[in-house]
């Protein structure tokens, strides 16, 4: 469990700053934060997806093929492998996202930019073509309070591809289950969660029972009896992120 909290304190006075909140075999998770009026460079991913959410501040996203759109809090965005973007911060204040990528790679960038010195790394001009696309369930962005808290939207798979499986899992709090209910575990893969809004409530094997609120970040490895259940007395959401994989094993506890 990772309390935001306390990510926070630890870069105190820092404008822009990453802390990696979680790494395994299929996902770096980190927090950012950019200073105001800082930006990326224009650059890609060869083979995956990327995406965040925004956990404070604004950011104005330039997705290739989209038009440009400023994300603020609770907004989940995605960008697909092959697909240009850049973003930036606006306004007076920093902006702090959560972002989920595929370990170990590094990105690709337009011709227009001058890529940063990578020790390892070499870069060539290259050309490529086949590009991932934006679909029914894939949608470049979601704005979590203005689509389901608002306006009563259902949650579900925001990210769902062949490697990833990000779900939006809303509901209304309810009493603590006891220690007995194990919940389940998953044999090949390990999860991780971001609460979007309220309390929830985690119960991991060999750890006490966990309550985690806006922003924190929850783990359970593989092979780890776990649950989540939504904590308080009204409604709370946590987004799940586990790969896809075959095959899925999943083992519940009677």
Known sequence: HKKLSDVLARHKNQKAWSETMALTRDYIAEYIQMAPGQKTQAQFWADDRIFWVVQSGQIRFHIEGQEPFVASKSFIVQVPYRTPYWMETVGDEPALRFEVRNPGQIPSFVLSETPPNIKGWKFVKATYTGKDNYNDVN?????????????????GGFVRD?????????????????PTQWGHFHENFDEIWIILEGQED???????????????????????????????????????????RDPVILRHRQ
């Open 139 to 155: 949608k470049p962005y979601l704005d979590f309070q203005k689509t389901i808290v608002e306006g009563g939207g259902r949650g």
């Open 162 to 178: 062949d490697h990833t499986w990000a779900n939006v899992i809303r509901g209304r709090g309810a009493p603590v289950p006891p």
């Open 202 to 244: 985690f119960l991991v094997e060999g750890e006490k029972l966990i309550g985690a609120t806006t922003g924190d970040i929850v783990f359970a490895p593989h092979e780890r009896w776990h649950r989540a259940t939504h904590g308080g007395t009204v409604f709370s959401t946590r987004l799940a992120l586990t790969p896809q």
